[in-house]
């Protein structure tokens, strides 16, 4: 269906369906027409090409996907929406809507089940209030995905793709880093969205990494050191660890200086291998 980000069409469909925002689950639908076109399109939405939506709303982004991909599975959790999607999605024979929480969805069945012999992309305008969750959800269970395209807010964006050793990275940029290369495609101004959050939104790529880095012998471990190390930002990494972990500081120093990292190294100044080599040595001495 066209017109899925005209004002006067959606309060149409609002009307007719008794339909209103939840901002509890993150209700804020795209009205400006130029951006699900490219998120789909910088989003692997092409032939040969599956892809799973999480969050659909009234489905203006699922429409600009079912266009261009061979499928799309959309993961909704808001059953009012289940009726308005009826319409808005009726000329599509490709499309299905799943009525769940994307956090309790089985994601590898689904691929098995959904996508037999095509490629799968992940495309998104997500809910900002579990965001993290979500993206960390994808790349940690290891599914067999191309991309994961996401608009989240702009903080947030820049915080995914800052890239290690810098101010703006955390726990959530390692984990990124790890499995994917990320990359920042463009900004969106909150006047795109109805109802207007009161924050500027971007959007990201991450291409997932055929390989992850080589090394970590335990990845449960090494992610917990990862969350450890920045659980209290301005400290050391040396006094962060030992109290987020509760591990004697003794022991975390022997990490340190087995690693060749300086007592009063803070976690944003650690490159992945530093972090990959602290959380072996770690691991050797508490383990
Ligand atoms: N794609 C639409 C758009 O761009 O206009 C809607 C995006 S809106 C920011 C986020 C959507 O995610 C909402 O439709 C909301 O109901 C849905 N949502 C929120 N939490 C969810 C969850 N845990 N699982 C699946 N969908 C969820």
Do not use: W
């Not at 079912?66 to 009726?90: N, S």
């Not at 450890?228 to 930002?233: E, H």
Request: hydrophobic letters at 40%; charged letters at 25%.
């Amino acid at each position: 269906m066209e017109n899925l980000t005209n004002i006067g069409k959606i309060k149409d469909i609002f009307n007719k369906h008794g339909f209103n925002f939840s901002k509890a689950l993150g209700q804020n639908f795209l009205i400006n027409p130029t951006v699900c076109p490219k998120i789909a399109e910088m989003g692997n939405a092409k032939e040969g090409f599956g892809i799973i939506e999480i969050g659909t709303g009234i489905g203006v982004l699922t429409n600009e996907l079912a266009k261009r991909a061979d499928k799309v599975v959309a993961i909704e959790i808001d059953d009012r929406l289940m009726p308005i999607l009826k319409e808005t999605l009726a000329e599509y024979d490709n499309v299905k809507i799943i009525n769940d929480d994307v956090m309790k969805t089985d994601l590898h069945k689904l691929i098995e089940n959904e996508f037999s012999g095509m490629e799968v992309a992940v495309c998104a305008n997500l809910p900002y209030y579990i965001t993290s969750p979500i993206i960390m959800k994808f790349l940690e269970e290891r599914l067999p995905i191309k991309s994961l395209t996401v608009m989240v807010q702009k903080e947030a964006g820049q915080r995914f793709c800052a890239g290690l050793q810098s101010r703006d990275m955390g726990s959530v940029t390692v984990a990124i880093n790890y499995f994917s290369t990320p990359k920042m495609l463009f900004n969106v101004s909150r006047g795109s969205f109805m109802p207007a959050p009161n924050v500027d939104s971007c959007v990201v790529r991450f291409d997932i990494k055929d390989e992850t880095p080589l090394g970590v012998t335990d990845e449960k471990f090494f992610f917990d050191v990862v969350h450890g190390a920045f659980q209290q930002r301005r400290k050391t990494l040396c006094n962060s660890i030992s109290s987020s972990l509760r591990l004697n500081k003794e022991l975390v120093i022997n990490a340190i200086e087995e690693t060749n990292l300086p007592l009063t190294v803070r976690p944003e100044q650690l490159s992945m291998d530093d972090f990959i080599s602290f959380a072996e040595n770690l691991k050797k001495i508490v383990k």
